[in-house]
């Protein structure tokens, strides 16, 4: 997602902050910018695309001497990738470059153009900026008029703002987004979102904590905490290998991915959960005008997430809803019908596969919807309409956090129906928010659970194959687990709905049969129970996953008792995302980049 860096010092701040910026790359962006205020003159550049077009607009700007610098990339959430989107934003005097979302922007913006202030982009971030200029208006000292502004935020930001109003200054704040500072015996000070633009650079860095904010200066670093009490920096010292710093000192990307998953998940329900609403400023009101079925179409875990999204839309949204492999529905001469909304699903927006069944609904003249995790992707451009997951770049091949997003969204959307079609009472439509604002912390990973999965994990390395076993939402869950364990460990697993197992697959059941029993409390517990006891009664080696104790199970991972099978729902994807990685490791495998396997499939 986005990535930020800072700069104070004498060296050369525009060389600084590219660099920095080359480090966060791997994070996904899809434009850059710099600003530098040196001898209260601003230099600012921008450009969409890659950093080397950035590079192309600077190579004449020189900086000699002190200077104060910002720079971010940028991975578009409110706004397209253009150049104006593009951070730093300027007010009059002053730029600011910020990670996260800003919830309550639309009422501050909307006072601020009352005021008579003009906007350039569509951001959330521009408000910022001016929101501060206003304060300065009234309130001589900068840094009390930055304490203010922060006061007036609502959402999650880590942000840098330079001034000419304290030219020899940055003001720093952080809640929700992550930022460090690092120093050295220089007087430099650096700022970055994650440790790799600092290493080389500063010995010692500090992490900051959510709700931090101040300014540094040439000969000061000044902190206070949320209360706005001041606080000592509590430094620690930079590591030196660039890609385990890219990997925030995790194992493998996909581990970081999986303990990633409640801040994106944060990110994602950020400033769409109303009080008794879902707020998708992106969709056009009309868009689910007519329509009387919803068609959806992906591939892999994508289209698991739309199996899930099936069982939400029927029982929530009250529409009718199937559900197709892009593959199978490239060539099988489907019929579409006007009243259906097709809605295709991919992280990347560039499975060939996925992208030609948008097209055929589109020529089909069929309004098309799609759910994404990148900007500006094939699908992107070609869809009507489009809601972006927030999970931010993934880069193990095995898809963990883009899944989680892509489920949360569909659950919000599904909800956003549900009140369309007044399928829900208002009381049932806040239970749910609810419900979905607990969703980040039923994601957290506990070093406890992760203990007990990388011990269980020993017993799982040989055997004749896995079933992974569910009921109703539990059943696409199986089937991503399954999935996710046979792209990485090399080992047979099917997904398979836990009632049909005695249709046929019984009889391979004996103790080398690995079952993943997916047994949450509140959806068909007792049924799914007799499932299992079926294959435990013929000798399958049976894992249970489930809040409710289980004696018929040979293994058992507990999860958290939950108020709602959503939330069952949440707890149990970490874990077998965790079973699949750790069986992994302990078989030598490359988890990151297994055999045979692309991130983005391109070709049919
Ligand atoms: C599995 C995985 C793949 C993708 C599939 C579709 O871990 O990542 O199954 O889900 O190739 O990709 P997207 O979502 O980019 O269309």
């Known amino acids: 997602m986005c990535g930020i860096v800072g700069y104070l010092g004498k060296n050369n701040t525009k060389e600084i902050l590219l660099s920095g910026l080359k480090e966060l790359e791997y994070r996904g962006y899809d434009s850059a910018g710099i ?58 005097s002053s730029y600011v470059v910020h990670n996260g979302i800003i919830e309550n922007y639309a009422q501050l913006k909307k006072e601020l153009q009352e005021d008579g202030v ?60 992550p930022m460090l500072v690092g120093v050295n015996e220089n007087d430099e000070k650096f700022f970055a979102s994650s440790d790799s633009p600092l290493i080389g650079l500063a010995k010692e860095v500090n992490y900051f904590d959510d ?138 927006g560039e499975t060939a596969d996925t992208l030609e069944t948008l097209k055929m609904a589109k020529n089909a003249g069929l309004k098309t919807l799609v759910i994404c995790n990148v900007d500006n992707s094939s699908m992107v451009r070609l869809a009507d309409a489009c809601i972006l997951t927030r999970a931010g770049i993934e880069k193990g091949v095995a898809s963990t956090k883009a899944f989680a997003t892509q489920v949360t969204v569909f659950w919000m959307l599904s909800l956003y129906v549900a009140k369309r079609n007044k399928a829900f009472t208002t009381k049932e439509l806040q239970d ?47 089937l991503e687990g399954a999935l996710k364990l046979k792209e990485i460990s090399y080992l047979h697993a099917e997904g398979y709905p836990s009632g049909e197992m005695k249709h046929g697959p019984i009889a391979l059941a004996d103790p080398e049969l690995f079952t993943i029993a997916l047994l949450p409390q509140h959806l068909l517990y007792e049924k799914s129970k007799s499932n299992v006891e079926e294959l435990s009664a013929r000798d399958s080696t049976i894992c249970a996953i489930s809040p409710l104790p289980f004696d018929k199970a040979d293994d058992f991972i507990p999860i958290n008792s939950c108020k709602d099978y959503m939330l069952e729902f949440f707890e149990m994807m970490v874990v077998v995302q965790l079973l699949s990685l750790e069986i992994s490791v302990r078989l030598g495998n490359d988890v990151d980049m297994p055999r045979n396997l692309a991130k983005s499939v391109t070709v049919e």
């Open 35 to 92: 600003a530098v205020l040196q001898d209260n003159n601003f230099a600012n550049y921008k450009a969409v695309g890659k950093l080397v077009n950035l590079e192309e607009k600077t190579k004449d700007f020189i900086t000699d001497g002190f200077a104060v610098g910002i720079g971010h990339t940028r991975w578009a959430t409110h706004g397209k990738p253009t150049e104006l989107n593009a951070h730093p934003h300027l007010g009059e």
């Open 432 to 478: 749910q928010i609810h419900l979905l604002r607990e969703v980040p912390a039923s994601v957290i990973v506990t070093d406890a659970m992760h203990e007990r999965i990388k011990r269980l994990s020993k017993r799982y390395l040989h055997g004749h194959g896995f079933f992974f076993i569910g009921r109703d939402l539990f059943f696409p869950l199986a």
């Open 211 to 348: 709700g931090d904010y101040g300014y540094v200066t040439q000969d000061a670093l000044e902190i206070f905490n949320k209360a706005g009490k001041k606080v000592e920096a509590h430094f620690v010292t930079l590591a030196t290998d660039k890609l385990s710093a890219q990997k925030d000192g995790y194992r493998f990307f996909m581990e970081k991915e999986i303990y990633e998953q409640s801040d994106v998940i944060a990110d994602t329900i950020l400033g769409r959960l109303g009080e008794d609403e879902i707020i998708f400023d992106e969709l056009d009101s009309s868009l689910f005008d007519g329509i009387h079925e919803i068609k959806l179409c992906a591939c892999g875990t994508s289209y698991h997430s739309a199996l899930c999204a099936s069982y939400m839309f029927e029982r929530y949204s009250k529409v009718r809803c199937s559900v197709e492999v892009a593959s199978e529905f490239r060539y099988r001469e489907p019929l579409m019908s006007k009243d259906t909304l097709f809605v295709v699903i991919s992280q990347s």
């Open 118 to 177: 003009t906007f350039l982009s569509q951001t959330d971030t521009e408000v910022i900026v001016h929101q501060f200029e206003k304060n300065l208006k009234n309130i001589s000292n900068a840094f009390e008029a930055f304490e203010k502004t922060i006061s007036e935020l609502q959402g999650a930001y880590a942000m840098l703002i330079v001034t000419k109003s304290l030219p020899d200054t940055i003001f720093f704040a952080k809640n929700g987004s």
